[in-house]
């Protein structure tokens, strides 16, 4: 089969737990503030991938007013076993400091796509669990522990404990079986079991430049576990000439054939270092020495395509371009800054071929914003939009976002002014900084529907309005799209931008604005 170019899930689809079910695969990414949790992607060839499922959909499964930027949902871990899916999530309250206030949930489902269960509560104790189904039937969860207190590693190590799912809770001691290696910041644990060996993948290094995977091994699942010769199995570091930097955290996965491969997170970055698609997931050959998983290709450092086992092809139908608001439902790749996307948000059959939004709290609120977004999967791509809007006071805005987080975005939104019933402003964000790059709103008193564009190409971004959808004028100078990073995040990110609508009405009065369509388009 031809070689497949890495990553295979681009633009913000970090800490991908992978596995196959039959001829199906499926990767569960990261979501963190982004409603609803955790996205699911479906493949039958490892080449094209599509997303399928997010299975926190409910306030009572997982609810984010008030989580921090790069809060929510971390490493989700997803497993197949006795006929259902079974996903380990972490929610992260908050990050700041020395502590980390996190809870780790379990939920199940018969099929990818649901219903999935009400969640069981696990522990507390750290962050990215996940589960693991062992051959004698017993289940085990397995997490990295916090540890707050000072002169202490935070990264605390790998702790195990076995899970009864008669019971739905956690039984039995606690093990340690893992303090990490030489590597440090230890985290993101996985175990498999290989010929009679027990194996513990982790990530390690953190999760930028000098990020790794790591593997160990033991012949009993409590250990003591030896690392790999010649560890880490993984890494780009030391090497900024790679394309695919910040390689690390990832999973296993046996193909029907008997060889295996790795999935795992990597980034990108700019010339500048910033990586504006966020982390990524690509794929590795594996193969198995003297005991060991390696990679295929020989050394550690990650490979810029894939080379997967004979699988036919199967393709998805592409999604267009262009969403005309026509269907019942906004499609899968669409998500909302820490709320549903429910009645209080938006209505697709008010006024139907459009998407009302109603005016909620302002685009810093971490509580209930009206935004809708999908990701910015490819380094040059233009979004557009048209809005109509009739603001009745200054305190109502609406219009189109480049939206990293509440610290960090641009927005070309509508308003009302003294000097004009309906002008356009833009606004941006830097590490929670907001500045006004145009001095005085373009009125647009006369213009009932007025046409949105934003166009982001690498480390530029640039803003356009028209009146007529054909003729664009260009609204204040070029600007940095570089300021939407991981790297030049507060104090520091792990999502990636994204493209969409918003509407703010900080009146209270809920006041709506009608969008007619939005086009996203990947320019190369």
Same mark, same amino acid.
């Given at each position: ?8 899930? /681009? ?10 079910v039959?001829?199906?695969y499926?990767v %569960? ?9 955790v ?5 039958r ?12 959909s ?9 989580? =921090?930027?790069?809060? *929510?949902?971390w ?5 197949? %076993?006795? *006929?259902?899916?079974?996903?380990i ?14 809870? $780790? ?8 796509e ?15 669990p ?23 590693d935070?990264?605390?190590g790998?702790?195990?404990?076995e ?6 809770r956690?039984?039995?001691p +606690?093990?340690e079986?893992f ?6 910041l230890?985290?993101?644990?996985h175990?498999? /079991?290989?010929?009679?060996w027990?194996y513990?993948l982790?990530a390690?290094?953190?999760?930028f430049? !000098? ?9 009993r ?13 993984? !890494?780009?570091?030391?090497? =900024?000439?790679?394309r ?5 955290h ?7 054939d008997?060889?295996w ?15 504006i698609?966020?982390? @990524? !997931? ?6 198995w ?5 390696r990679?295929?290709h ?5 490979a810029?395509a ?7 092809p ?8 262009? @969403? ?9 790749h ?6 549903a ?11 139907p ?15 209930e914003?009206?935004l ?7 380094f040059?791509v233009e979004?557009?939009?048209c809005? @109509?809007?009739s ?11 480049a ?8 927005y070309?939104?509508? !308003? ?6 309906r002008c ?6 830097e590490?929670?900084?907001i ?8 009125p647009l008193?006369?213009c009932?529907?007025?046409?949105l564009k ?6 530029r ?11 664009w004028?260009a +609204? ?5 799209a570089?300021?939407?990073?991981d @790297? ?8 990636? $931008? ?7 009405d900080? %009146? ?17």
């Amino acid at each position: 089969m031809t070689a497949i170019p890495n990553p295979v899930l /681009k633009g913000f689809n970090p800490d991908p737990s992978i596995v196959r079910v039959g001829e199906d695969y499926y990767v %569960a990414t990261s979501t963190f503030e982004w409603y609803p949790g955790v996205q699911v992607s479906h493949s039958r060839d490892l080449a094209n991938w599509r997303v399928v499922a997010r299975p926190l959909s409910r306030y009572s499964q997982l609810d984010l007013r008030g989580r =921090p930027n790069s809060g *929510g949902v971390w490493a989700p871990a997803l497993s197949h %076993a006795d *006929g259902l899916f079974h996903l380990i999530y972490t929610d992260v309250r908050g990050w700041a400091g020395s502590f980390k206030d996190v809870r $780790n949930f379990l939920v199940t489902a018969p099929a990818i796509e649901g219903p999935w269960s009400e969640p069981v509560h696990l522990n507390n104790s750290g962050f990215d669990p996940s589960l693991f189904h062992d051959e004698d039937g017993r289940k085990w969860l397995v997490n990295m522990v916090w540890d707050h207190r000072p002169g202490h590693d935070p990264f605390g190590g790998i702790l195990l404990q076995e899970y009864d799912p008669a019971a739905q809770r956690l039984v039995g001691p +606690v093990h340690e079986i893992f303090r990490g290696s030489p590597l440090g910041l230890v985290e993101g644990p996985h175990l498999y /079991k290989v010929d009679g060996w027990y194996y513990l993948l982790v990530a390690e290094g953190g999760t930028f430049a !000098t990020h790794a995977a790591t593997v160990a091994r033991s012949r009993r699942i409590e250990g003591p576990y030896e690392v790999m010769p010649g560890n880490p199995l993984l !890494t780009s570091a030391h090497d =900024p000439s790679l394309r695919l930097q910040s390689a690390g955290h990832g999973s296993l996965v046996q193909h029907r054939d008997g060889s295996w491969s790795l999935a795992h997170l990597c980034r990108r970055p700019l010339r500048n270092g910033r990586s504006i698609l966020g982390r @990524e !997931t690509a794929l590795q050959a594996i193969v198995w020495e003297d005991g060991w998983p390696r990679l295929a290709h020989g050394g550690r450092a990650p490979a810029d395509a894939f080379h997967p086992p004979a699988l036919p092809p199967h393709p998805w139908p592409q999604a267009p371009a262009r @969403e005309d608001f026509d269907a019942p439902a906004l499609p899968l790749h669409w998500q909302a800054p820490r709320v549903a996307m429910d009645d209080a948000m938006l209505s697709l059959s008010a006024r139907p071929g459009f998407l009302r939004l109603y005016g909620r709290e302002s685009i810093v609120s971490n509580f209930e914003q009206s935004l809708v977004a999908r990701r910015q999967q490819a380094f040059h791509v233009e979004a557009s939009t048209c809005v @109509e809007f009739s603001p009745r006071t200054f305190q109502q805005m609406a219009g189109l976002v480049a939206f990293y987080s509440t610290d960090s975005f641009y927005y070309l939104f509508l !308003t009302r002014a003294p000097h004009s019933a309906r002008c356009l402003g833009l606004m941006r964000c830097e590490r929670g900084q907001i500045s006004y790059p145009v001095e005085k709103e373009y009125p647009l008193d006369d213009c009932e529907r007025v046409h949105l564009k934003l166009e982001i190409d690498r480390d530029r971004i640039r803003f356009f309005h028209s009146r007529d959808g054909e003729t664009w004028t260009a +609204v204040a100078w070029e600007q940095d799209a570089s300021i939407l990073a991981d @790297e030049h995040a507060m104090p520091c990110g792990f999502t990636g $931008n994204f493209v969409g609508i918003a509407c703010q009405d900080l %009146a209270g009065t809920r006041h709506h604005a009608d969008f007619d369509w939005f086009e996203y388009r990947e320019l190369d």
